[in-house]
């Protein structure tokens, strides 16, 4: 990806599913509106994950996350929230939808479940940033000039009906991390992920305006290590190979709140996006996933907290891009629809829209 002035890069050494109807504007056009904040440029820094984010780790306050299930017969029917499953208040009268008139769908289409809000807190405003484990972004394709992307385009507008701002580029990229170790074969989420988003957030800034995506390379499976919900993506363990990405936040007694989306590698079965692709399929298999838990952790930062679906048993629970993912072909992989972003094709699952009452890359 090519930006003007210098990439910002701080390296980390650790030393020790029901589709709902589609709205597809092909191309987008450009929204109006006010630019908050432009690429951020900065100086190389390095960090060190060590004692001090062991110890933040095993004395963090809170926890809850949110997985992205893979299209595994393992997957059905097991809750994708964690610790303690799904708390909703004030959830009386959700049950009943109202009837809905859906205008500008061209059938089949059908209402399943707008999403409804909670309280909590959403983000008009954040810096993404990348933490790649062990291999440069390459791994994964280009996922920084997709980020970028996501946030000049239209598509990203979709969020403006449930975080109350219509600002361009809001969500760009933020500091560059990379983390060089040996990686044992499974990551656990208390073991090795929690204290590498503390190293990385005590230097890259803590609270709503950032997030953390960390990227796991080819051959690394990630579980979540809770006896109470034992959640894994481990293509090579079909038994337990129960998701694709997930979402958390944690709250640290020093650093305080921190937003982290987990990326394990998704060209594989059950995760990737169908070919051709317009990037490739290794490209396009990381950026599909990686925009699902960047809009839910937008819309839906503290799990379970904002905007939910709670109209229908069937998606009770859904965030906004689990409404929307997307079916497998007999390849068993995701068939995504491919349209432009910020001018440029990407293959890409669409998102819940309240305004469309379906799927949709419609702002």
Request: charged share 15%.
């Amino acid at each position: 990806m090519k930006r003007a002035g210098k990439s910002r890069i701080r390296k980390l050494v650790v030393v020790s599913a029901t589709i709902a109807c589609c709205v597809i504007l092909l191309p987008l056009a450009p929204a109006l509106s006010q630019t908050v904040q432009q690429d951020t440029v900065s100086e190389t820094l390095t960090a060190q994950v060590g004692a001090e984010d062991y110890a933040a780790a095993r004395g963090i306050s809170e926890l809850r996350y949110h997985m992205t299930r893979a299209h595994t017969r393992t997957a059905n029917n097991v809750s994708p929230y964690g610790p303690g499953g799904l708390l909703i208040a004030s959830e009386a009268g959700l049950l009943e939808a109202p009837a809905v008139t859906i205008q500008g769908l061209s059938p089949p289409c059908f209402y399943p479940a707008d999403l409804s809000y909670f309280g909590g807190h959403t983000i008009a405003v954040s810096k993404s940033h990348p933490v790649y484990l062990s291999c440069t972004p390459a791994c994964w394709g280009n996922p920084e000039g997709f980020l970028t992307d996501l946030s000049k385009s239209a598509f990203v507008h979709l969020l403006d009906q449930y975080v109350g701002t219509t600002a361009n580029n809001r969500y760009s990229i933020g500091s560059r991390f990379f983390v060089q170790r040996t990686l044992p074969h499974v990551l656990g989420l208390f073991r090795d992920i929690i204290p590498l988003a503390h190293a990385a957030a005590k230097t890259g800034g803590t609270g709503y305006e950032h997030i953390y995506h960390i990227f796991v390379p080819k051959g690394i499976d990630v579980c979540a290590d809770d006896p109470r919900n034992m959640l894994c993506y481990s293509p090579d363990r079909p038994s337990s190979f129960l998701l694709c990405a997930f979402h958390f936040r944690v709250n640290f007694s020093d650093i305080g709140h921190v937003l982290v989306t987990v990326e394990p590698f998704q060209d594989v079965p059950e995760c990737a996006a169908q070919v051709p692709s317009p990037n490739g399929q290794l490209a396009d298999s990381t950026n599909s996933p990686l925009s699902h838990e960047l809009f839910e952790t937008i819309t839906d930062p503290d799990v379970g907290a904002s905007w939910i679906a709670a109209k229908s048993l069937d998606l009770h629970g859904f965030e906004i891009g689990d409404i929307c993912q997307p079916i497998l072909n007999a390849a068993n992989d995701f068939l995504v629809p491919t349209f432009l972003i910020n001018g440029k094709k990407y293959e890409v699952q669409l998102e819940y829209s309240n305004k469309y009452h379906g799927c949709t890359n419609a702002p």
